[in-house]
């Protein structure tokens, strides 16, 4: 397994402002993942966070609103930009060690937009 | 396309019953991975179980077991002897021969009452 932490815990935020989320591993993984998960449904994958490269995007997600960062194996940042009501979410990383493997979230981000 | 479903939206038991969580999943490929996680209220997700397509033996772990059948596209879990402590919500996902994205039913909340 892995241990996984996430900063911060949870936030609130006003309207139009930014919350950018880290996310770090205790080991090096291969793969990192961004989820969402609003309030009572299920959890929606956002990205994979490329080490080195720029992230990819699941439909309906885009860099602009989401921008991630990789810089190394056990760390990447999510920011969700110009936040608005709609965007009050817990927001999880998740990693694998390799591909196809278990994989295991972190704590995750609670973010309430006023 | 695939997908991952959860008919089951809550179930509610006592304590010492046994019950069990379908979980019906649609895909076109035939490697693959299916999971279940655990949701507490604390809102962490904990992994229990990863299983391949190839692979349809039953688990055991404790109270709980998996009965995976390719046949009829299901992955259910069952807990035996239910305590208090399994009220939660679980998630069973589906990934695919790439590995990495996680796509998750819309849960099934458990609610054990002493």
């Known amino acids: 397994s892995a241990v996984i932490s996430q900063k911060p815990s949870r936030d609130i935020c006003q309207r139009g402002t930014s919350l950018t989320i880290q996310c770090q591993v205790d080991s090096q993984v291969t793969m990192m993942f961004w989820y969402r998960q609003q309030p009572g449904q299920s959890l929606t994958l956002i990205a994979t966070?490329?080490?080195?490269?720029?992230?990819?995007?699941e439909s309906g997600f885009v860099i602009d609103k989401f921008p991630i960062s990789r810089p190394n194996l056990t760390f990447s940042t999510l920011t969700v930009s110009n936040l608005s009501p709609e965007d009050s979410s817990i927001y999880l990383c998740s990693v694998e060690k390799v591909a196809g493997d278990e994989q295991y979230f972190g704590p995750g981000t609670r973010l309430t937009v006023t | 396309a695939q997908k991952v479903t959860q008919a089951q939206t809550e179930i509610s038991v006592v304590e010492k019953e046994d019950v069990t969580l379908d979980c019906v999943y649609e895909?076109?490929?035939?490697?693959?991975?299916l999971f279940w996680y655990k949701q507490p209220p604390s809102g962490e997700l904990v992994f229990l179980i990863r299983?391949?397509?190839?692979?349809?033996q039953n688990e055991i772990s404790g109270r709980y077991s998996w009965n995976f059948q390719k046949s009829t596209s299901s992955f259910n879990f069952t807990i035996t002897a239910s305590q208090v402590v399994d009220s939660a919500v679980y998630f069973c996902?589906?990934?695919?021969?790439?590995?990495?994205?996680?796509?998750f039913g819309q849960g099934t909340e458990l609610s054990v009452k002493p």
């Open positions: 966070a490329n080490q080195g490269s720029e992230a990819t995007y």
């Open positions: 996902a589906l990934m695919d021969n790439q590995g990495g994205k996680l796509i």
């Open positions: 299983r391949n397509s190839f692979d349809e």
């Open positions: 895909t076109r490929d035939t490697t693959y991975y």
